[in-house]
């Protein structure tokens, strides 16, 4: 049985779409491999800053609630 023959949306190159090729069905093996462009780490939050961000959230969430549910009168 032979395969599917594909281009790829990036480069134009055919190439055969096989079961479980990794990446994204219209772009060939070399296209899909992932971008290491983008940092995959993000720097971790002390006690202070989640404290912080957690008071920040609750304070949105009560002028939230305030907004939606006061009363007119």
Partial sequence: ???????????SEEFELKP???G???RCPQCSTPEATAPTTQRSMDA??????????EARRQAMRELLY???S
Avoid at 1 to 11: G, H, Q, R
Avoid at 48 to 57: L, P, Q
């Fill in 20 to 22: 479980d090729k990794p």
């Fill in 48 to 57: 202070d800053e989640r404290k912080n961000a957690s008071e920040a959230n």
């Fill in 1 to 11: 049985m032979a395969f599917p023959i594909k281009i790829c949306a990036v480069c």
């Fill in 24 to 26: 994204f069905a219209n």
């Fill in 70 to 72: 006061r009363k007119d």
